[in-house]
């Protein structure tokens, strides 16, 4: 019952897309939905870590006609790597590995803005987390211009679990943020190093910004107290260019 390339809707056809191996970022369920077939669904959902949301009818209405029992599934267009085989890959091919953290950044364009520069600027890999983050979508794939395609993307249960990871590989982990004194001017990014950018409205989560190597920030030279975070991102990577270069 696949509707187009990124949704599946029915009950069963989302049980058996799970069960195939299909990458499913997001799946919307109907509040208050009961029944055996239901109950399987959202018990595949926890045991796969499939990010999912309950939601009245009408929104899984607006996002199908067609009669989808009370479950939607959003259908990621690319697959995704596995961080410690990335990691790995990338400190065995003599680089010097640069990977960006996004600390549950919820707008898709932003996303694909960071990904599309992410790419122009040699990052290998972008972490993500699987549950509060923007989906890899239609609009993701338009603003990266089709550097989705091209930059490598892990999905993770938590952003620490990357940045634990990234420091027991001997790769540095900056915090960009406005919560230090540095400037990422007085960092060197030409060791190993991951750059962690956090969501539009909350920032990087506190107990992540405990564990990190680094905090930078840019210097805000006007009266609006922040960057969009994808002209923050671009600035933090083309700082790592200039020092690399």
Same mark, same amino acid.
């Given at each position: 019952?696949?509707?187009?390339?990124?949704?599946?809707?029915?009950?069963?056809?989302?049980?058996?897309?799970?069960?195939?191996?299909?990458?499913?970022?997001?799946?919307?369920?109907?509040?208050?939905?009961?029944?055996?077939?239901?109950?399987?669904?959202?018990?595949?959902?926890?045991?796969?870590? &499939?990010?999912?949301?309950?939601?009245?009818?009408?929104?899984? %209405?607006?996002? *199908?006609? =067609?009669?989808?029992? @009370? /479950? #939607?599934?959003?259908?990621?267009?690319?697959?995704?790597?596995?961080?410690?085989?990335?990691?790995?890959?990338?400190?065995?091919?003599?680089?010097?590995?640069?990977?960006?953290?996004?600390?549950?950044?919820?707008?898709?364009?932003?996303?694909?803005?960071?990904?599309?520069?992410?790419?122009?600027?040699?990052?290998?890999? &972008?972490?993500?987390?699987?549950?509060?983050?923007?989906?890899? %979508?239609?609009? *993701?794939? =338009?603003?990266?211009? @089709? /550097? #989705?395609?091209?930059?490598?993307?892990?999905?993770?249960?938590?952003?620490?679990?990357?940045?634990?990871?990234?420091?027991?590989?001997?790769?540095?982990?900056?915090?960009?943020?406005?919560?230090?004194?540095?400037?990422?001017?007085?960092?060197?990014?030409?060791?190993?190093?991951?750059?962690?950018?956090?969501?539009?409205?909350?920032?990087?989560?506190?107990?992540?910004?405990?564990?990190?190597?680094?905090?930078?920030?840019?210097?805000?030279? @006007?009266?609006?107290?922040?960057?969009?975070?994808?002209?923050?991102?671009?600035?933090?990577?083309?700082?790592?260019?200039?020092?690399?270069?």
């Amino acid at each position: 019952m696949m509707q187009n390339q990124t949704q599946i809707f029915g009950i069963r056809a989302i049980i058996e897309a799970i069960n195939s191996g299909e990458t499913i970022d997001k799946v919307f369920l109907q509040k208050g939905l009961h029944g055996e077939l239901f109950s399987e669904l959202e018990t595949l959902l926890r045991k796969n870590s &499939i990010n999912s949301s309950y939601v009245p009818v009408e929104k899984l %209405n607006r996002l *199908t006609k =067609k009669n989808h029992q @009370g /479950a #939607v599934a959003q259908i990621s267009p690319i697959a995704f790597y596995d961080l410690e085989d990335l990691v790995m890959n990338v400190i065995e091919s003599g680089k010097t590995p640069l990977f960006l953290l996004l600390d549950q950044l919820s707008d898709v364009r932003n996303f694909g803005a960071i990904i599309r520069t992410a790419e122009c600027t040699g990052v290998d890999g &972008i972490i993500i987390q699987k549950k509060g983050g923007a989906p890899v %979508n239609g609009d *993701t794939i =338009k603003t990266s211009a @089709g /550097a #989705v395609f091209k930059v490598p993307i892990c999905k993770v249960d938590h952003i620490k679990d990357a940045v634990f990871y990234m420091q027991a590989s001997g790769i540095k982990v900056i915090a960009a943020t406005e919560k230090t004194e540095n400037t990422l001017y007085n960092i060197s990014f030409k060791e190993p190093c991951a750059i962690i950018m956090g969501s539009e409205g909350k920032g990087i989560n506190p107990s992540t910004l405990k564990v990190v190597d680094e905090k930078a920030k840019l210097p805000l030279l @006007g009266d609006i107290e922040s960057l969009n975070v994808s002209v923050a991102c671009g600035a933090f990577l083309y700082e790592v260019v200039r020092q690399r270069s």
